[in-house]
């Protein structure tokens, strides 16, 4: 195999992950081939949150000013009651986000963030991004991966020095690991469905939000039977909700149909204002919630999955995406920073990364059981959120936005 071969980078997915590790690998010099299967790349789901941890790495890779036009800075994180509308905690953001973890806290719409990370691929010499191709077969042996990759009814082999899956929860790449490894796991469904609406700020929902919101915050409304987050997207000009509740699992894909019922019946003792929002801002679409739980994220050949397909997770720590950025950072750096040697970077790389997702999990965990409370625990935890300062409840976050991956890589290496 050629040295550009041996040094060339396969990713397999054009989301968020994808667009990142392309991205990262190229800031180390090292060439990158991006297959993605749609023909045209589109943005799934709507809003997102990206707090500094993110951010911090978006900026050090060029993309963080090209989505700054069209995303929004939150003043605070607000959390409300969804019965009395009274608000139980506020942790700020804004400058003092900024001041405290060294990047901004921000709200923008998927597909802005997409935008602005494919904006940057363009501009890359060293990466080529093939749309309308999917891997179909991977093969490895100690010195390469090859991957089969289908485009416009024609099948190739790519060699590279390492294949990335980035290709989301039903991650194909992760698919063929599975079919021959049982540590690499299949998604299954949480039992949980996200339901999401983007309305105008003009418009009559807008309008309701803007009654009971925090205006330019990220406001989250608590309640036993499901939690609702909404906060401004696009310039500030549209506002994104998406609500949680239980449900039956629907289509096996991004979005599904599904009886609007259950949303309106886990919201029964609701404020009548925030009832009215939810009725103003249908029809709702309804994703269903699928995780990715497996013993192993990459192969000492030279495989890797990142973000979705590594480690899907639910969104109630807002991280999803932050896991990916994060992921696709430090791989690239590693990767580089061990050439040649794909068995040493990639469980060098699992070691320092699995430790950080596991902890975000538990944070997600405890946040649902939290905002879910009913009955007495419910009680207690608005005592707590009300005896807790504003300082004590950023300062506990310091541990998740502050994280700087030279820090990590520091303790690694002392």
Not at 70 to 82: C, F, G, M, T, W
Not at 89 to 98: H, I, N, S
């Amino acid at each position: 195999m050629t040295e550009t071969r041996s040094r060339q980078i396969v990713i397999a997915g054009a989301g968020i992950a994808g667009l990142m590790a392309a991205l990262a690998f190229a800031e180390r010099g090292l060439p990158v081939r991006l297959f993605e299967q749609a023909k045209q790349l589109q943005a799934a789901g709507s809003g997102l949150q990206l707090s500094p941890n993110a951010t911090r790495i978006l900026r050090r890779l060029g993309a963080l000013d090209r989505l700054l036009p069209n995303a929004v800075r939150p003043e605070a994180v607000v959390l409300k009651d969804a019965k009395s509308l009274r608000e139980l905690a506020r942790v700020p953001l804004g400058q003092a986000a900024e001041q405290r973890w060294g990047a901004p806290y921000l709200v923008a719409h998927r597909a802005d963030l997409q935008a602005a990370l494919t904006e940057e691929v363009a501009d890359r010499p060293d990466i080529e991004l093939v749309t309308g191709a999917r891997v179909t077969g991977i093969a490895a042996d100690a010195r390469s991966v090859t991957a089969t990759v289908e485009t416009e009814g024609k099948t190739m082999s790519v060699a590279a020095g390492l294949l990335v899956g980035a290709d989301g929860v039903w991650s194909t790449v992760r698919a063929q690991l599975a079919a021959q490894d049982a540590a690499f796991a299949k998604s299954r469904f949480s039992g949980r469905l996200a339901w999401r609406a983007t309305v105008a700020v003009d418009s009559p929902a807008g309008q309701a939000f803007a009654e009971i919101g925090a205006a330019a915050c990220v406001t989250t409304f608590l309640h036993p039977g499901f939690h609702l987050v909404a906060y401004p997207v696009s310039k500030g000009r549209t506002v994104n909700l998406a609500a949680f509740t239980r449900g039956e699992r629907i289509a096996e894909g991004w979005s599904g149909h599904a009886d609007p019922a259950i949303l309106s019946n886990a919201m029964h003792g609701t404020a009548a204002m925030l009832a009215r929002l939810v009725a103003l801002a249908g029809p709702w679409t309804a994703f269903p919630m699928h995780t990715v739980q497996q013993q192993r994220w990459a192969v000492p050949q030279g495989i890797a999955l990142i973000g979705d397909a590594a480690h899907a997770m639910t969104p109630f720590a807002a991280q999803g995406a932050a896991m990916g950025i994060e992921d696709a950072s430090m791989l690239a750096n590693l990767v580089a920073d061990f050439p040649g040697d794909p068995a040493h970077s990639l469980a060098v790389w699992e070691n320092l990364r699995r430790p950080r997702v596991e902890r975000v999990l538990k944070r997600g965990a405890l946040n649902r059981l939290t905002w879910h409370a009913w009955g007495p625990v419910a009680v207690a935890r608005n005592l707590v959120l009300a005896a807790r300062p504003a300082e004590k409840l950023a300062a506990d976050l310091d541990w998740l936005y502050g994280w700087e991956e030279r820090k990590v890589a520091r303790r690694w290496e002392g």
